[in-house]
Each structure stands twice: as C-alpha cells, then as structure tokens.
C-alpha cells in the first residue's frame, strides 16, 4: 500500500493539480480553501454546512476525493460543533452541487438524530477504510460525483 500524502493545490481557475513540493504545497494550505458557507439558525442552535478543499486524498480513488462538505451543528454553551453529516466530493462542480444539496436536505429538517450514529466520539468520523468497494458504491444514487458518507454506511448496514 502506497503510504505517500498526495498533495494536491488548485490552479488559477479553481482546478485540482498534484503538488510534488510540500513547501509550496504548505503554503497553499494556508490559503482560503473555503468554497461555500452557510450559516442559519435552527432549534437546537446555529447549523453550519462548509465546504472546502481538502489539498490531500483522504483515500485513494480515481477520481480523487479532494473537496469536503461538513454539516456542523453550534451548540449554545458547547466549546466544538457536532459533526452532522460529511460528504466528500471528486471535482469543484460536484463539490458545489452537494454543498446546495446538503443545504436544501437539512433546512428541511431539524432532526439530526439519525445522523449522530454515524458520528464517533466528539464528532470525529468513523474511519472510511473503504477497501474493495468502488467510487459509485458510495455515491447517493446518482453519478454525479457526490459521495455521502451517510448514505454509503446505511447501504452497508442494510439500511
């Protein structure tokens, strides 16, 4: 198994590129990765869907998986937001598609129980060691380039 960071940074136009050299890569690490944020109230506080570019393959898939969405409920009197759901994403346009998607899907709801199984212990994902299935094993159900975590666990569980 290739144990290797893939370092990856954007070009001008907002595309993935391998980066070879960690010092340019850190610096782009320190830029604004951020792709889309929002941030309403909801009941049991404020819920927070960012989306961002990750700069390395959390695990090896061709495409690579470069972008993240994240779910965050804020907690009045918490110090860390609760992870409510994590999508990844294989290209910018798919990553912008489930960032709109994941926001539609939880203003329409205010009940993130079901989410929470999914979720370790302070908010940390279980691991996502996906040995032997295939990139459209995960996706929601349209080859879009979204994968939904979530969704992806509750296919294996039988859900």
């Not at 393959?57 to 972008?67: A, C, T």
């Not at 539609?104 to 908010?123: C, E, I, M, T």
Request: with cysteine; net charge negative; proline share 5%.
């Amino acid at each position: 198994m290739d144990e290797e960071l893939r370092m990856w940074t954007l070009d001008t136009r907002g595309r993935a590129v391998r980066e070879a050299d960690p010092r340019r890569w850190a610096q782009f690490m320190d830029t604004d990765r951020v792709l889309a944020r929002e941030l309403w109230e909801a009941e049991d506080g404020q819920v927070e869907v960012i989306t961002v570019f990750l700069g390395f393959e959390m695990f090896p898939h061709n495409p690579p998986v470069l972008w993240s969405s994240n779910a965050l409920l804020h907690r009045e009197g918490t110090e860390h937001p609760e992870l409510l759901e994590e999508w990844h994403h294989t290209s910018r346009p798919a990553a912008l598609r489930g960032h709109a998607a994941l926001v539609r899907r939880l203003k329409g709801s205010d009940n993130y129980s079901w989410q929470r199984h999914f979720v370790g212990p302070a908010g940390v994902m279980w691991p996502i060691i996906l040995g032997g299935y295939k990139l459209a094993d995960m996706l929601d159900g349209r080859a879009d380039g979204v994968v939904n975590v979530a969704h992806f666990f509750r296919r294996c569980a039988g859900g």
